[in-house]
């Protein structure tokens, strides 16, 4: 079990399986997120649902999709959601406790990929927050920070990098408690 999951857990009174609670856990790449959100997670749900949101298009993808099943267990119900988030958390909330949704940046990039404008997308992420406050079950959201670093060079990469960051605003408002992650350490925000 994650030592920073159990500290921040304890902190913002996450897990309770009577409280429904929404919670963002969002940092750098590489930053503990993912192991974070599961550890966060674990021994406190029965029924678990991941929502992956990634697409495995060469090897090195393959490969990072077989390690984030592995980490996770048998025990989590994937469902693969590469753009249509908000139509899923309404589909599976009624039967989960807990729905895990990794991660929100592949989400975006999955849908500037289909050539959506920032509008579509902000849309799509108005109808993913209520999806979520209206959810009866706890959700786990996990999305890189993208604006601490340097301007992109091209369109496309300050485009991602712009309705990544707005995505991210709107889901933080949207929730409970925010953590941050910082080289493996949790840093309650919200």
């Known amino acids: 079990m994650d030592k920073g999951a159990d ?7 996450f897990g309770n399986q009577a409280v429904k609670e929404k919670i963002f856990v969002t940092g750098g790449c590489r930053s503990g997120k993912s192991r974070f959100a599961l ?13 992956a949101t990634c697409s495995a298009k060469d090897e090195e993808m393959r490969q990072r999709i077989k390690e984030h099943q592995q980490a996770r267990g048998a025990d989590w119900q994937t469902v693969e959601v590469p753009t249509a988030l908000s139509q899923a958390v309404a589909s599976h909330s009624n039967q989960a406790d ?24 902000l849309a799509r992420a108005d109808a993913l927050t209520q999806a979520i406050d209206e959810a009866p079950c706890s959700v786990i959201l996990v999305s890189n920070e993208v604006g601490t670093g340097i301007v992109p060079e091209n369109e496309l990469a300050r485009q991602f990098r712009d309705v990544a ?15 941050w992650m910082v080289a493996g350490v949790a840093v309650k925000i919200k």
Do not use: P
């Not at 550890?39 to 929502?51: E, I, L, S, T």
């Not at 960051?165 to 953590?179: R, Y």
């Open 165 to 179: 960051g707005l995505v991210n605003q709107k889901v933080a408002a949207c929730v409970d408690s925010v953590v």
């Open 98 to 121: 807990v729905i895990l949704i990794d991660c929100l940046t592949l989400w975006v990039s999955n849908l500037l990929a289909e050539n959506r404008s920032q509008e579509e997308i």
């Open 7 to 13: 500290k921040v857990r304890s902190e913002i009174g």
């Open 39 to 51: 550890g966060f997670a674990h021994g406190r749900f029965k029924q678990k649902v991941y929502m």
